[in-house]
């Protein structure tokens, strides 16, 4: 079974900058992209970010366009999200999240997700 494990959050002031990282058990795990989500309380989960893991092709939110940027490394296995400029209304869990489908704004379509890591912004 496929685990993929997130690291990097935590605490900080609003306009810092956190740096995500999300690794997948196995090298060779097929995937079409791999995805950032993110849950506030009471909210739903909500896209943020996706990489088209064979070519590279990134996809944001509007709310975090110009401020986050995806990123993979294949030699690790691994996918980032820099957080920059942050605001306190980034602040949720962030997940983690792989899929063979093409939705790759859906929560729904992903079919392996992480554990979750918490950012939180203050201000």
């Known amino acids: 079974q496929v685990q993929l494990v997130e690291s990097g959050g935590g605490l900080v002031q609003a306009g810092g900058s956190l740096r995500l990282s999300c690794t997948a058990s196995?090298?060779?795990?097929?995937?079409?992209?791999m995805g950032w989500f993110r849950q506030a309380p009471g909210k739903e989960r909500e896209f943020v970010a996706a990489i088209r893991w064979a070519f590279g092709f990134t996809y944001y939110a509007d709310s975090v366009k110009g401020r986050f940027t995806i990123s993979r490394d294949y030699a690790k296995n691994t996918v980032n999200l820099q957080m920059n400029s942050l605001k306190p209304e980034d602040t949720a869990v962030y997940y983690c999240a792989a899929t063979l489908n093409m939705d790759y704004g859906e929560p729904h379509r992903y079919e392996l997700w992480g554990q979750g890591t918490q950012v939180t912004v203050s201000s």
């Open positions: 196995e090298r060779t795990f097929s995937r079409n992209f």
